[in-house]
């Protein structure tokens, strides 16, 4: 069967994950061009075609098969109710890829402490399935109202209490609203329609995809490094390396030294590199990593 002209569709989504998500791809090797108010981007392979989709309604039109593929959320998937394929977790060091929680929240000085006590109480959120179904697990019923944002302001006099997605909690506290507890935690997660994960083109475009994009975040805060040491010291460099790996150790043409190759998270060399030149390492040279794979 021949595969020529074919295309896996593929959702990126808008809004708030948008810039990371362009972010990643373009450290995974692709090139996105996405222009003022269009909502198909220009991508440099060929065989994939972009439609920028809200996250909120991603999983809905990949489960239906508009879509073969996308990135979103797993609050919304489940929210959605869609049947998908989840391929991989993309959580990554970077703004909004990160996990978010979605918590219930109530006002300083509610009488509110603890999920019982929402029984019979109004509560206001943009994620009504995800909330009856917490609710439904606590043995509590409550009245549950979809809120069409800025909800974080609305109790205690429009709804007693609400479930809001939060990542550092500060928009929580600067409201005045205290959390007692959490219904789901969430990161961006790729997901795919059953049917085209069962087409063997389509399933290996996404895994060569999935590859180069887990690769980039495995890169995103590591860095390479270099180093000259003694043979004589070798052990001891060694001793206070940490690495991804284990290390590449290569002659010099100076046969009482050695060159030393490896990966380290990039946090660690502010106190790494004073020890490694204690212990006799000499031209330390760091450079920085697109992907990792493999």
């Known amino acids: 069967m021949s595969t020529a002209g ?3 569709r593929l959702g990126l989504p808008k809004g708030s994950l948008q810039e990371t998500t362009r972010r990643l791809f373009t450290q995974a090797g ?39 593929a996308g990135i979103t959320g797993i609050d919304w998937t489940t929210e959605s109710r869609a049947r998908v394929k989840e391929l991989a977790d993309l959580r990554a060091p970077w703004p909004n890829y990160g996990p978010v ?13 603890k999920p019982a006590d929402l029984a019979g109480k109004r509560i206001a959120t943009e994620v009504v399935n995800l909330t009856r179904r917490y ?14 944002g800025a909800t974080e302001v609305k109790p205690p006099i429009l709804a007693d209490a609400i479930v809001d997605v939060t990542e550092t909690g500060s928009s929580l506290r600067a409201n005045n609203l205290r959390v007692i507890d959490t219904v789901i935690e969430s990161t961006p997660r790729f997901i795919a329609n059953p049917e085209s994960v069962k087409d063997a083109w389509k399933l290996r475009k996404m895994e060569r995809m999935l ?84």
């Open 211 to 294: 590859l180069m994009l887990k690769g980039a975040i495995e890169a995103i805060d590591r860095v390479g490094l270099m180093l000259n040491v003694p043979k004589q010291q070798l052990d001891a460099v060694l001793s206070v390396l940490p690495a991804l790996g284990t290390p590449t150790i290569s002659t010099l043409s100076d046969e009482c030294w050695v060159a030393i190759n490896t990966v380290i998270e990039e946090h660690l060399a502010t106190t790494l590199y004073p020890k490694l030149v204690e212990v006799g390492a000499r031209a330390i040279v760091e450079y920085p990593l697109n992907k990792i794979v493999g």
């Open 135 to 148: 609710l439904r697990r606590q043995g509590v019923r409550a009245e549950v109202e979809f809120s069409w």
């Open 30 to 68: 692709y090139q996105i061009r996405i222009a003022e108010r269009s909502y198909y981007p220009d991508i440099d392979d060929p065989e994939l075609e972009c439609i920028l989709i809200r996250a909120q309604e991603m999983a809905r039109y990949v489960g239906q098969g508009v879509l073969d």
């Open 6 to 8: 074919r295309k896996l």
């Open 101 to 113: 929680r979605w918590v219930v929240a109530v006002k300083e000085g509610s009488k509110i402490r």
